[in-house]
């Protein structure tokens, strides 16, 4: 499985940018999906997570409200809405997949993408 996050960009205090990640190699429509991002010098932390039905996501405190999750499976892929932006959610942010259930845990999912920077300036 390779997965290719887009979507990152630089964007102002209160703006939005619209995160995907496309799969490819196999299909993931089984699997659960996540979003983690790590910030400079910090560890890669979940950001939020969707079923493998997409009847059920889970978002880190600090994003709640802000974030949204979804899933197309007839396109493999993921998305992350990112509304409200603050210069806190900068961080480089990366997908995952692999896991049968929505986990928290980084090592819960097998395939990772690359990664995408996003930065939000003050």
């Known amino acids: 499985v390779q997965l290719q996050a887009s979507g990152g960009g630089l964007v102002q205090a209160g703006g939005s940018l619209r995160l995907s990640c496309a799969a490819s190699g196999r299909t993931f429509s089984n699997y659960a999906l996540a979003w983690f991002r790590q910030a400079p010098g910090k560890e890669r932390r979940f950001v939020a997570a969707?079923?493998?039905?997409?009847?059920?996501?889970f978002y880190e405190d600090s994003v709640k409200g802000r974030f949204t999750i979804s899933r197309d499976s007839a396109k493999n892929t993921v998305y992350l809405q990112m509304n409200s932006l603050k210069p806190e959610d900068t961080a480089v942010y990366y997908c995952a997949t692999g896991s049968d259930t929505v986990e928290v845990r980084r090592r819960a999912y097998a395939y990772w993408g690359q990664g995408t920077l996003v930065t939000v300036s003050s």
């Open positions: 969707i079923n493998w039905t997409g009847s059920y996501t």
